[in-house]
């Protein structure tokens, strides 16, 4: 059974950084992975992702240049390091598996979900 668990949430100040990690388990097989966020009245949209065995990532140009994808195969765990963080990035993050090459952008790419982290950037 495939099963993602987020963490790394919480309540930082406008500027501050945060790292969410995605553990991942019950893949026997190489997995693309997805971070989207979904605000308040708003549709999940995504934010970055990071292909399943060559390493490519794509952002969103909201986060380009402040928010930093990244996997540890070893630990079945991907990371999207968040800096520079905005009141407007307040939202839950979730994570997304696919069983797939290449990069998945888009919701309807991923198979697997977790249940989610809140993000809330606030002075």
């Known amino acids: 059974q495939v099963q993602l668990v987020e963490s790394g949430g919480g309540l930082v100040q406008p500027g501050g950084s945060l790292r969410l990690s995605c553990a991942v388990s019950g893949f026997t097989l190489n997995y693309g992975i997805g971070w989207f966020r979904q605000a308040p009245g708003k549709e999940r949209e995504g934010v970055s992702c990071i292909s399943s065995s060559d390493g490519y990532t794509y952002y969103e140009d909201f986060v380009k240049g402040r928010f930093t994808i990244s996997r540890d195969n070893a630990k079945n765990t991907v990371y999207l390091q968040m800096n520079s963080l905005k009141p407007e990035d307040t939202a839950v993050y979730y994570c997304?598996?696919?069983?797939?090459?290449?990069?998945?952008?888009?919701?309807?790419?991923?198979?697997?979900w977790g249940q989610g982290t809140q993000v809330t950037v606030s002075s």
């Open positions: 997304a598996a696919r069983n797939a090459y290449g990069l998945g952008k888009v919701r309807s790419d991923y198979h697997y």
